[in-house]
């Protein structure tokens, strides 16, 4: 079945510092999510990518789908530390009608050194 | 609007019990999934609910089941609990047309659940 894989598990960042987390897919998806959580908090949803090479920014954090869909990355610049805690991409759990059922991977968690 | 609400918060069970969690949706979506987070394991899918009809579910034992209300409240039952139960169980709430995808999973605040 598909998975979702990410990259790097643990990614320790000083302050004003850029870094990326990667997301694979092994097959090709018609979406990707991109979902934060907070140490002790839920995951908040950050953005979806639908087309195929699409980059979305929000901020200090740009967002891409790779041309052939399957893979996908977080770019943050300047980190801060309101940027602690763990980033998850996520991907449709099905073919049909899978539209609530996400693949989660198993998430970056970013920690901020001031 | 309210956000996605679960209860309770917190729960302590001893093996062998068993546990309903709630979920209240947020007003006019209609799916409500459910989602286990473990450290080892990560956020697995457990099922999701659409107007009353469970549409998909995860890898989980039948020990793991649910229902969904005609208010779009949902529950998951878990019975004859086991120590690999012990977990954060969230609820996420979307919008969702029948038949058509949806967006963004609005995510509860979960229920930690402990099995002693």
């Known amino acids: 079945g598909q998975q979702v894989m990410q990259i790097p598990q643990y990614q320790h960042v000083q302050e004003g510092e850029d870094f990326t987390t990667y997301c694979n897919s092994s097959t090709t998806l018609s979406n990707i999510q991109w979902y934060k959580q907070r140490p002790g908090g839920h995951p908040v949803f950050l953005i979806q990518?639908?087309?195929?090479?699409e980059v979305k920014k929000q901020k200090r954090l740009t967002f891409q789908f790779g041309e052939a869909k399957k893979n996908s990355s977080l770019h943050i610049t300047a980190t801060q530390t309101t940027d602690v805690g763990t980033y998850f991409c996520?991907?449709?759990?099905?073919?049909?009608?899978?539209?609530?059922?996400?693949?989660f991977g198993a998430g970056t968690q970013v920690v901020v050194t001031p | 609007k309210a956000g996605v609400t679960q209860t309770p918060r917190y729960l302590i069970k001893t093996r062998g019990q068993q546990v309903t969690l709630s979920c209240s949706p947020i007003s006019g979506h209609r799916s409500v999934s459910w989602y286990q987070q473990t450290p080892g394991q990560g956020l697995q899918f457990l099922f999701e609910y659409f107007s009353e009809t469970q549409r998909n579910k995860g890898n989980f034992p039948g020990r793991f089941s649910g229902r969904q209300f005609s208010n779009s409240r949902s529950e998951m039952n878990v019975s004859t609990l086991e120590l690999g139960d012990s977990a954060l169980y969230l609820c996420?709430?979307?919008?969702?047309?029948?038949?058509?995808?949806?967006?963004?999973?609005?995510f509860g605040p979960g229920t930690r659940l402990t099995v002693l």
């Open positions: 990518l639908v087309k195929s090479g």
């Open positions: 996420a709430s979307s919008f969702r047309l029948a038949g058509g995808p949806h967006n963004e999973q609005f």
């Open positions: 996520a991907g449709p759990g099905g073919v049909t009608d899978s539209w609530g059922k996400l693949q």
